[in-house]
């Protein structure tokens, strides 16, 4: 088992039947891109989209 400490510097990977959560890589990059443009996904997110994005 994994102390608190131990997630600074190595986060787990959570793999189940319908869902993986893991550290974010370069290679997401363009997939980011994609959905981070969608305005729809703020309501559920908890933030509001930068300023930067909500100008293009």
Known sequence: ???LQDFV???P????EHLMLRVLTPND????????SDLSIYK???KQPS???LLT
């Open 13 to 16: 990977t959570i793999d189940t």
């Open 44 to 46: 559920y997110w908890g």
């Open 9 to 11: 510097y190595e986060k």
């Open 1 to 3: 088992m994994m102390s």
């Open 51 to 53: 300023k930067v994005l």
């Open 29 to 36: 990059i363009e997939d980011l891109k994609e959905w981070i």
